[in-house]
């Protein structure tokens, strides 16, 4: 997993609360056997119309939104299906940081395994986000390290805060089967103890 | 001792390593796995050269893909791919697989309770968030990607930080004709669609005890859509007497003293929970969806919502994408609803005991005309009950398809989906956009409400039913 330290990139936001998996990656997609190409499916049918042209009216086909790499959406983003797709697409695609209010707890977990940072802001600064990149080009950066998240003009300024374990998985782009199976004297007692 | 959740001693039992201010290294006593979210885990495995550390807790199945008719000929040559990637996984690395072949082929989460490989107090995981279903049994079973899957082949185990735990109390009685589907669209009807973010809920209460081991599988299912990382209902008699002579159920003596410990297992009396919620009992009626998410759902009695009837701007909007996508006119009543497709199947609502409620309705009737009615049971064995106590003949002479079993239309990823701007009772989980076919409009609601509205092509107060209806 490829690590990640401060983050500057476009933004796209997607105005929407309860955005589900299904959204993000339909079905129809889920059949490959790899984890790579994803990206050409995210958001299919909101991307595109039946007649497989993108849809302008759709948010991150705005240009404001082009090369976008961090994500801006509303409430429960990445609910339903536990599909790891949802964030295979969403990193095939380009984005590396996403930014809400609140999150499924799988999707979650998803994310940062996949080298993706999901932050968490309250509900105000989410909707001022919103604003300052809802038509046209605006550009933040995300400093894991310290926790923060700034524009340009650092006229927006947060901190956020994350669990220090996804935190030095993600710093560090660690495969975190590698760390579990330095406890595996630790398994094995478990197994025998217990009679699994 | 403290009094203790069930919750929180399934918890500490499973801890192999526990470091205060870090997830734990959790144990995971039964991994079930399917073909959809398993591919990129098992080539990780080939790629690092590691084997599946416990296949005897490993078992697989085969039913995202399956076709629901002619299911031995897979003609979608990717979902063929994925279906015998499957195989060859499970072969090379020595795992069990109900293929579909198999007479114990099924939804995962269907046959797992089926074998008796569900039981109390075990940790369970599947790369399926409906994974939650298996709580029913007083186990901690929750949803993992495939990442979460590869680590637990490898390693057994997972990491966890500990869950907040939630009471659910339905207090007092459910009224006649009520159903466990009924409870859990009300529950998350009036405490949103994530209200369980970050808890492990337990239900609880004299309505939840009444209920058959099948009905609380459809309560448990469904906790994922309420946001829960889990959700589950303490063991009681009911639980062992479901359990007795499956396949993974121990026999004998040694079953009598599995079920002393499972006792144990149950909430303390006095146990405290993160947080508790509440529903009366008697103001559940049977629901219908109407919305985009399973919380838009209403009593059969009601009507569609305005987007102005939103609490927030938030809300408000998300009442009016909605109505959008589902066409429908705010004040309309619930009752006017008409729909093209019935859909009687999916992990939350296709075990005997549903196709059973269904068939007392269905009996004597016809399907209406103009539309298409399905039954996929959930299981080959539940498949197999079904007709051998004729329940396919009633469904048959009703108009209805009989098929084999699979997820089917809950998700279209096999052959069969609901067509654009058409609408469709479904018995299923999700009423995302786009879930059961690109443009299907989807109402949740249970087998005998589905049933009621395949004769009547309408939503109908199946509790004013009287058995036969002359259409």
């Given at each position: 997993?490829?690590?990640?330290?401060?983050?500057?990139?476009n933004t796209?936001v997607?105005?929407?609360?309860?955005?589900?998996?299904?959204?993000?990656?339909?079905?129809?997609?889920?059949?490959?056997?790899?984890?790579?190409?994803?990206?050409?499916?995210?958001?299919?049918?909101?991307?595109?119309?039946?007649?497989?042209?993108?849809?302008?009216?759709?948010?991150?086909?705005?240009?404001s939104?082009?090369?976008?790499?961090i994500?801006i959406?509303?409430?429960?983003?990445?609910?339903?299906?536990?599909?790891?797709?949802?964030?295979?697409?969403?990193?095939?695609?380009?984005?590396?940081?996403?930014i809400?209010?609140?999150?499924?707890?799988?999707?979650?977990?998803?994310?940062?395994?996949?080298?993706?940072?999901?932050?968490?802001?309250?509900?105000?600064q989410v909707y001022e986000l919103m604003q300052n990149g809802n038509d046209k080009e605006y550009h933040l950066?995300?400093?894991?390290?310290?926790?923060?998240i700034s524009d340009k003009d650092?006229d927006f300024?947060?901190?956020?805060?994350?669990?220090?374990?996804?935190?030095?998985?993600?710093?560090?782009?660690?495969?975190?089967?590698?760390?579990?199976?330095?406890?595996?004297?630790?398994?094995?007692?478990?197994?025998?103890?217990?009679?699994? | 001792?403290?009094?203790?959740?069930?919750?929180?001693?399934?918890?500490?039992?499973?801890?192999?390593?526990?470091?205060?201010?870090?997830?734990?290294?959790?144990?995971?006593?039964?991994?079930?796995?399917?073909?959809?979210?398993?591919?990129?885990?098992?080539?990780?495995?080939?790629?690092?050269?590691?084997?599946?550390?416990?296949?005897?807790?490993?078992?697989?199945?085969?039913?995202?893909?399956?076709?629901?008719?002619?299911?031995?000929?897979?003609?979608?040559?990717?979902?063929?791919?994925?279906?015998?990637?499957?195989?060859?996984?499970?072969?090379?690395?020595?795992?069990?697989?109900?293929?579909?072949?198999?007479?114990?082929?099924?939804?995962?989460?269907?046959?797992?309770?089926?074998?008796?490989?569900?039981?109390?107090?075990?940790?369970?995981?599947?790369?399926?968030?409906?994974?939650?279903?298996?709580?029913?049994?007083?186990?901690?079973?929750?949803?993992?990607?495939?990442?979460?899957?590869?680590?637990?082949?490898?390693?057994?185990?997972?990491?966890?930080?500990?869950?907040?735990?939630?009471?659910?109390?339905?207090?007092?009685?459910?009224?006649?004709?009520?159903?466990?589907?009924?409870?859990?669209?009300?529950?998350?009807?009036?405490?949103?669609?994530?209200?369980?973010?970050?808890?492990?809920?337990?239900?609880?209460?004299?309505?939840?005890?009444?209920?058959?081991?099948?009905?609380?599988?459809?309560?448990?299912?469904?906790?994922?859509?309420?946001?829960?990382?889990?959700?589950?209902?303490?063991?009681?008699?009911?639980?062992?007497?479901?359990?007795?002579?499956?396949?993974?159920?121990?026999?004998?003596?040694?079953?009598?003293?599995?079920?002393?410990?499972?006792?144990?297992?149950?909430?303390?009396?006095?146990?405290?929970?993160?947080?508790?919620?509440?529903?009366?009992?008697?103001?559940?009626?049977?629901?219908?969806?109407?919305?985009?998410?399973?919380?838009?759902?209403?009593?059969?009695?009601?009507?569609?919502?305005?987007?102005?009837?939103?609490?927030?701007?938030?809300?408000?909007?998300?009442?009016?994408?909605?109505?959008?996508?589902?066409?429908?006119?705010?004040?309309?009543?619930?009752?006017?609803?008409?729909?093209?497709?019935?859909?009687?199947?999916?992990?939350?609502?296709?075990?005997?005991?549903?196709?059973?409620?269904?068939?007392?309705?269905?009996?004597?009737?016809?399907?209406?005309?103009?539309?298409?009615?399905?039954?996929?049971?959930?299981?080959?064995?539940?498949?197999?009950?079904?007709?051998?106590?004729?329940?396919?003949?009633?469904?048959?002479?009703?108009?209805?398809?009989?098929?084999?079993?699979?997820?089917?239309?809950?998700?279209?990823?096999?052959?069969?989906?609901?067509?654009?701007?058409?609408?469709?009772?479904?018995?299923?989980?999700?009423?995302?956009?786009?879930?059961?076919?690109?443009?299907?409009?989807?109402?949740?609601?249970?087998?005998?409400?589905?049933?009621?509205?395949?004769?009547?092509?309408?939503?109908?107060?199946?509790?004013?039913?009287?058995?036969?209806?002359?259409?």
């Amino acid at each position: 997993m490829e690590a990640l330290t401060v983050h500057e990139g476009n933004t796209a936001v997607l105005e929407r609360a309860n955005v589900d998996t299904d959204q993000i990656i339909p079905k129809q997609f889920l059949k490959r056997v790899e984890r790579t190409g994803f990206g050409q499916f995210l958001f299919f049918d909101w991307r595109f119309k039946s007649d497989g042209e993108e849809d302008p009216s759709f948010e991150l086909n705005y240009p404001s939104a082009a090369n976008a790499s961090i994500l801006i959406a509303d409430h429960n983003f990445g609910s339903g299906s536990s599909r790891e797709h949802a964030p295979w697409a969403l990193q095939d695609y380009g984005f590396r940081v996403i930014i809400a209010p609140s999150y499924s707890d799988i999707f979650y977990n998803n994310c940062v395994k996949n080298g993706i940072l999901p932050v968490r802001l309250p509900e105000d600064q989410v909707y001022e986000l919103m604003q300052n990149g809802n038509d046209k080009e605006y550009h933040l950066t995300v400093d894991l390290q310290n926790q923060q998240i700034s524009d340009k003009d650092a006229d927006f300024q947060a901190t956020f805060e994350i669990d220090p374990y996804w935190k030095e998985m993600l710093l560090n782009g660690w495969d975190e089967i590698s760390i579990t199976l330095q406890y595996e004297e630790d398994i094995e007692a478990y197994e025998k103890r217990v009679k699994v | 001792m403290k009094p203790r959740t069930i919750i929180d001693k399934i918890w500490n039992e499973h801890a192999v390593r526990a470091e205060a201010g870090k997830p734990n290294l959790m144990y995971v006593d039964l991994h079930m796995v399917h073909e959809v979210t398993s591919p990129q885990a098992f080539e990780g495995l080939r790629l690092s050269g590691r084997p599946v550390r416990r296949p005897d807790l490993t078992f697989a199945t085969m039913d995202h893909n399956v076709p629901t008719l002619n299911r031995e000929s897979i003609t979608d040559a990717i979902s063929k791919k994925q279906i015998d990637t499957l195989f060859d996984n499970c072969k090379e690395f020595g795992v069990e697989l109900a293929d579909i072949h198999s007479p114990n082929n099924g939804i995962v989460h269907i046959i797992g309770p089926e074998l008796g490989l569900t039981q109390p107090g075990k940790t369970i995981v599947c790369g399926d968030s409906h994974t939650s279903t298996h709580g029913a049994f007083g186990a901690l079973a929750f949803g993992i990607g495939t990442s979460e899957v590869e680590h637990v082949l490898a390693t057994q185990t997972l990491w966890q930080s500990p869950p907040k735990t939630m009471e659910v109390h339905v207090d007092g009685r459910l009224g006649t004709g009520v159903t466990a589907k009924d409870i859990i669209l009300s529950i998350i009807a009036k405490f949103g669609v994530d209200f369980g973010s970050g808890y492990v809920l337990e239900y609880t209460g004299e309505a939840i005890r009444g209920l058959t081991m099948e009905e609380r599988m459809t309560i448990c299912n469904m906790s994922i859509e309420a946001g829960a990382r889990a959700g589950l209902i303490s063991p009681d008699q009911v639980t062992f007497d479901y359990l007795k002579d499956r396949r993974f159920v121990p026999e004998g003596a040694e079953f009598d003293e599995k079920v002393e410990q499972w006792r144990q297992l149950a909430t303390d009396e006095g146990a405290e929970y993160d947080e508790r919620v509440v529903i009366p009992a008697d103001e559940i009626e049977p629901m219908v969806t109407w919305g985009t998410n399973p919380s838009q759902g209403v009593g059969i009695h009601g009507t569609v919502p305005y987007p102005e009837d939103g609490k927030s701007a938030t809300e408000k909007k998300v009442i009016k994408t909605s109505l959008d996508y589902m066409a429908l006119e705010p004040g309309t009543k619930i009752t006017d609803i008409h729909v093209q497709h019935v859909f009687l199947g999916s992990c939350t609502n296709a075990r005997i005991g549903d196709l059973r409620e269904a068939a007392k309705i269905i009996r004597g009737n016809k399907v209406a005309d103009g539309i298409r009615a399905m039954v996929v049971p959930g299981s080959q064995q539940v498949k197999m009950q079904a007709e051998e106590e004729g329940l396919d003949q009633v469904f048959k002479e009703a108009g209805f398809e009989w098929r084999d079993s699979g997820c089917s239309m809950c998700l279209g990823m096999n052959p069969d989906f609901v067509p654009e701007g058409e609408r469709c009772a479904s018995t299923s989980n999700r009423n995302f956009e786009g879930r059961q076919g690109k443009g299907a409009r989807t109402h949740l609601v249970s087998p005998a409400m589905a049933a009621g509205a395949a004769i009547y092509g309408h939503f109908v107060d199946v509790r004013k039913l009287d058995q036969t209806v002359s259409s």
